[in-house]
C-alpha cells in the first residue's frame, strides 16, 4: 500500500524558513518522479497549484515561477524522502502543501503552513 506522509508544516512568520518533509512508502522509490504542490485557503475546490518537481535521479528540479529561488526541493534515497526546503516565506505562500508521487498517481494528506506575525 502507497503512502506519502508529510510533515514539518506549521506556523512561521513572513521572512521566515520552514523545511518539508515528505516519507514515501510502498512503490519503488528511486523509479519515480516526486512534486510538491500546494492549495491556499482561497484556492478551495480548485486545481492545486504545483510548486516544485524533482526526477526520479534527482538530477533534474523544477520550480513555479512564484517560488523559484526561494524554494529547494530534493530527494533522500536511503530514507525514501522528499524535502521542500522553503526560504522568505511571503503570506502568499500560506497553503496547505501535497506531496504527490508518479505524476498525480499518489498524493499525501498535506501539511499546513500558515504565514502570519
Known amino acids: 500500500q502507497v503512502h506519502l506522509v508529510e510533515s514539518g508544516g506549521g506556523l512561521v512568520q513572513p521572512g521566515g524558513s520552514l523545511n518539508l518533509s515528505c516519507a514515501a512508502s510502498g512503490f519503488i522509490f528511486e523509479e519515480a518522479a516526486m512534486s510538491w504542490n500546494r492549495q491556499g485557503p482561497e484556492a478551495l475546490g480548485t486545481e492545486r497549484e504545483f510548486?516544485?518537481?524533482?526526477?526520479?535521479?534527482?538530477?533534474?528540479?523544477t520550480y513555479s515561477r512564484s517560488v523559484r529561488g526561494r524554494f529547494t526541493i530534493s530527494r533522500e534515497v536511503t530514507k525514501k524522502t522528499v524535502l521542500l526546503q522553503m526560504t522568505d516565506l511571503q503570506p502568499e505562500d500560506a497553503a496547505v502543501y501535497y506531496c504527490e508521487a508518479s505524476g498525480g498517481v499518489y498524493w499525501g494528506q498535506g501539511t499546513q503552513v500558515p504565514v502570519s506575525q
Open positions: 510548486v516544485a518537481r524533482i526526477s526520479s535521479s534527482g538530477i533534474n528540479t
